[in-house]
Structure formats: C-alpha cells, structure tokens
C-alpha cells in the first residue's frame, strides 16, 4: 500500500498557529523549548522573546507619553502668552501704542530675533522704528508679498530673498528663518529667527495665527 505523505510548510503551521493562540497553553513545554532568533545572533527561548518584546513596546509608550506631555506644556505656554498678548493689546488706548505692544511682546515674549510690521496705511502717531514700514498697496515693492496677501495663509521658513530684504533691510543677512501672517486690511506681520530651524514649512500656526487677529482687531478701534 502506497502512502500518501502530506507535507506541511512553515507557512501553513504559522497561519494555524494565528488561529488558535492558545495552541501553546496545552504544551507548556512546548513553549518552554520554542527558541526565536535574535538581530544580534544568540536565540532566546519563547517567553523571554515576548517579556523583551513587551519592555520594547513598553518603552515606545513611554517615550510616546511623554512626547506628548512636553508638547501639553509647550502648548499651554503659548496659551497663556497668547491670552496675556491679546489682554495687553486691548488696553492700548491708541494704535501706534497697539503697534507698539505688539513688536515688543513679539520680541520680548515669544523670542523674536527680528519683528517687522508692514501697514498698508499710516497710523496716527505711529512711531520712528526699524520695525515698522507703511507700504501702500499699490506699491511695487509688495508684489512679492501678494499671493500671502490675497489668500490669507502665513508662510513659514526660509523666505525668498526678494521678500527678506524689504522686510528687513540691512538686518536680512541675520534672519534664516521667518514666520511670516498676513494682516486682512492692515497688511503684514514676521517674525524673524537666527535659527534657521525655528520656523519651518509645515509647522502648527495656530498660535500665530490667533496673535495676528487679535492685533487686527484691536487696530480696528481706532478705524475711522
């Protein structure tokens, strides 16, 4: 009588194994004997295997957690310093001291190496300082800026170098990096960074985002 022998691959004794997990609780032994290769050569038995494999995730989890903690207290910062802006903007009784409050809190409170602030029109009182230019909108030297301008999107990182010398003039040689808001109807906001890793395509805006409306509006009181 000839027999049949029925040869099962490696692959076949894996899939069974994926469906009946608890296959190895029946033959302790079994497990016990079990060896799994290792990256760096020796071999480990089955449940050393597993503990190594559980410290490993175990360890990602905490690296995670604690990942996310540090940006929780970076975030909630950058709360508090955007409600204690947006407080000390509200209490300027003029424009010029708006536009004030603004640039040194920029400089002062959020690290900026270099603050420039671009009017589409004058200020009454607005004061003589590096950090601030009126530009009309129909000037030439904004064009670079247009698109930012229309679509009302901050721009973040190296900028072009056309847009880096009318926003900084001399200094341009010392920023590597800007964050860079369009102002609705008042027109623009950077913040420059000897970094050049401070500001970066990609990053969050929300923060800056939020300082650039709140400076819009308080400039609004003093419309006329």
Not at 153 to 179: F, N, W
């Amino acid at each position: 009588m000839n027999e049949t022998v029925e040869k099962i691959g490696a692959h076949e004794v894996a899939a069974w194994l994926r469906r009946h997990p608890g296959f190895l609780k029946q033959f302790p032994d079994l497990a016990l004997t079990l060896v799994v290769p290792r990256d760096d050569g020796p071999t480990a038995s089955l449940a050393s295997y597993q503990l190594e494999v559980l410290r490993d995730k175990n360890r990602e989890l905490s690296r995670r957690l604690a990942e996310l903690a540090g940006n929780a207290q970076v975030n909630e910062r950058l709360a508090v310093r955007t409600h204690q802006l947006t407080l000390a903007l509200m209490r300027q009784h003029t424009a010029a001291d708006t536009l004030k409050a603004m640039a040194a809190s920029l400089a002062e409170d959020f690290n900026g190496d270099r603050v420039r602030i671009v009017l589409l029109n004058p200020v009454e009182g607005q004061p003589e300082a590096e950090w601030l230019q009126v530009i009309g909108d129909d000037d030439a030297r904004l064009a670079p800026f247009r698109d930012c301008l229309r679509d009302g999107e901050p721009i973040c990182g190296r900028l072009q170098a056309e847009k880096q010398h009318v926003l900084y003039g001399e200094d341009v040689e010392d920023v590597q990096s800007t964050a860079l808001l369009p102002l609705p109807g008042v027109g623009l906001l950077a913040v420059g960074s000897r970094d050049p890793n401070r500001f970066y395509p990609g990053m969050g805006t929300l923060f800056l985002r939020m300082m650039g409306e709140a400076l819009v509006v308080a400039l609004q009181r003093f419309a006329r």
